[in-house]
T-cell receptor, first 110, second 114 residues
Framework: GQNIDQPTEMTATEGAIVQINCTYQTSGFNGLFWYQQHAGEAPTFLSYNVLDGLEEKGRFSSFLSRSKGYSYLLLKELQMKDSASYLCAVIKGGSYIPTFGRGTSLIVHP | SAVISQKPSRDICQRGTSLTIQCQVDSQVTMMFWYRQQPGQSLTLIATANQGSEATYESGFVIDKFPISRPNLTFSTLTVSNMSPEDSSIYLC???????????FGQGTRLTVV
C-alpha cells in the first residue's frame, strides 16, 4: 500500500516562514515531488528529491529523509501569491509515476 | 519543457452522455497520463496512454468507462462515458519531462455532470 499524509490546511502571515510536512509509507521509493496548485489551475512543479538532504531553490526549499519517510517544503518570505494548495507526490519502488497526497491548502494573510 | 494544450477547459454535460477530452503536446513524448481530481481531493491516476498499444488502467478505472486513444506521440484523448454526477471532476493530462525528471500538466478540463 501507499499512504501519503500532509496537513489539510495551514495559515501564515505575509513575510513569514512556513514549513509544510509530508510523511509517506511506500513499498520502495524512487523520489518525491512537491507541486503548487492555485485554485482553478494546473499543478506546477516546485521540487524533486531523490536523495536525503535539503534542496534550495530561491524562496522554496525541500527536505527529504528516506529513512524516516519524511519530507517538508519550506517557504520563506511569504507573499500573498503563495496562497495555494501544495501537493506532495511520491514515486514508489518499481514505478516512475507519482502518487499524490491530498494536498495542503496554504492561506497567507497580511 | 513541452507545452500541453487541453480542451475543452470546462463543460457541463447531461447524465448518460459522453465527453471526449483532448490533449495536445508541442513535442513528441513517449508516455502521456490522465489524472482525475475530484472536489477537495488530490490527483488520482486514471491510466497511462501508450502510443501503439492499449492504455494501462489503474485499479478502479476501466476501459469501457474511460476509453483512451493515443494515435501518435503528441496527442491523446480521454472519453468519459455514460456520465453520472459522480464523474464531476477536473481531468488533467500530464507528460514527463525526461530531461529534468518531473511531470507537468495541462490546464485541466472542469467537468460538471447534471
Amino acid at each position: 500500500g501507499q499512504n501519503i499524509d500532509q496537513p489539510t490546511e495551514m495559515t501564515a502571515t505575509e513575510g513569514a516562514i512556513v514549513q509544510i510536512n509530508c510523511t509517506y509509507q511506500t513499498s520502495g521509493f524512487n523520489g518525491l515531488f512537491w507541486y503548487q496548485q492555485h485554485a482553478g489551475e494546473a499543478p506546477t512543479f516546485l521540487s524533486y528529491n531523490v536523495l536525503d538532504g535539503l534542496e534550495e531553490k530561491g524562496r522554496f526549499s525541500s527536505f527529504l529523509s528516506r529513512s524516516k519517510g519524511y519530507s517538508y517544503l519550506l517557504l520563506k518570505e511569504l507573499q500573498m501569491k503563495d496562497s495555494a494548495s501544495y501537493l506532495c507526490a511520491v514515486i514508489k519502488g518499481g514505478s516512475y509515476i507519482p502518487t499524490f497526497g491530498r494536498g495542503t491548502s496554504l492561506i497567507v494573510h497580511p | 519543457s513541452a507545452v500541453i494544450s487541453q480542451k475543452p477547459s470546462r463543460d457541463i454535460c447531461q447524465r448518460g452522455t459522453s465527453l471526449t477530452i483532448q490533449c495536445q503536446v508541442d513535442s513528441q513524448v513517449t508516455m502521456m497520463f490522465w489524472y482525475r481530481q475530484q472536489p477537495g481531493q488530490s490527483l488520482t491516476l486514471i491510466a497511462t496512454a501508450n502510443q501503439g498499444s492499449e492504455a494501462t488502467y489503474e485499479s478502479g478505472f476501466v476501459i469501457d468507462k474511460f476509453p483512451i486513444s493515443r494515435p501518435n506521440l503528441t496527442f491523446s484523448t480521454l472519453t468519459v462515458s455514460n456520465m453520472s454526477p459522480e464523474d464531476s471532476s477536473i481531468y488533467l493530462c500530464s507528460v514527463e519531462d525526461r530531461t529534468d525528471s518531473y511531470f507537468f500538466f495541462g490546464q485541466g478540463t472542469r467537468l460538471t455532470v447534471v
